[in-house]
């Protein structure tokens, strides 16, 4: 045992008892959103390997007792692990404050991160942002839009297939899901892409969307309109600017013209 082992073992003791005053929320139904003002502690200790081997349930004087986990496939089993063990091991926290997660790798970051008040700052901040976010519009992309997101991500990555879920999240974030508009943005979008694979410039594979071989040349074919569109509307706007340039030219001849009469020099 090194020199240092009694310092570790102390620190690891002191956060561990810290932490069980918040112990994880005994609910098995793990889809059930948590309270806003929950706050719950998991503590893990590590192998050799750095593998969470086991979870501590409460603290005595000769060590903690938990449950040891030899694999992910099987119950973990009701043990008590020595203050040598836990000594030599390492330890680390995941604490869910509301329905942020936070993880500490060492006893002095999660009693540093308690100290500061780092979740309850990080969670606050996040709600205001969220905040922020929810009043602003969720701007809906149109079909071309939509196929240029396709073939820009296809081509940073191949295999690109999102659902409707995960193309919401590309397009706005993640915060785009707790927006008060989320619902029905997310039902125009699957309308859209329902309607983009229907006309075959997307494929589904279960709930996944993909371009195909048609999906270049629509997109080609709606850029090339919307160009013309865009020059269309240019020429009306040279059209409407020369337009109103003669007339002011015209009324300035006019005004002139009329000044002049109103003004005529007397004969000599």
Known sequence: MSIFSPVKLFAKRQAIRIALKRPPATNDDIFQELPHDSDQVFIYLHDQEGKKRFIVQSLEKDGVIGLWFNDHQHPGERRTVGNAEVANMEISFLQIYGNARFNYTTASSF???????????????????????????????????????????????PDY??????????????????????????QYYELLLNSL????????????????????????????????????????????????????????????????????????
């Open 111 to 157: 009693i540093l991160g308690l100290w500061t008040l780092y979740p309850v700052r990080e969670v606050r901040r996040d709600r205001i942002e969220q905040r922020h976010f929810n009043r602003t519009e969720l701007v809906r992309a149109d079909r071309m839009r939509l196929l240029e997101h396709f073939l820009k991500k296809t081509i940073e990555k």
């Open 161 to 186: 297939s999102p659902s409707v879920v995960s193309l919401m999240a590309d397009l706005y974030t993640l915060r785009s899901m707790d927006h008060p508009r989320y619902n029905e943005t997310e």
């Open 197 to 268: 694979v229907q006309s075959g410039e997307l494929q589904m594979k279960t709930v996944s969307y993909s371009i195909t071989d048609r999906t270049i040349p629509t997109l080609e074919n709606l850029q090339g309109q919307k160009e013309r569109h865009d020059d269309n509307i240019r020429q009306q706007r040279r059209i409407g600017w020369l337009t109103a340039s003669l007339i002011g030219v015209a009324a300035i001849q006019a005004v002139i013209t009329i000044w002049t009469e109103l003004h005529v020099d007397p004969l000599p």
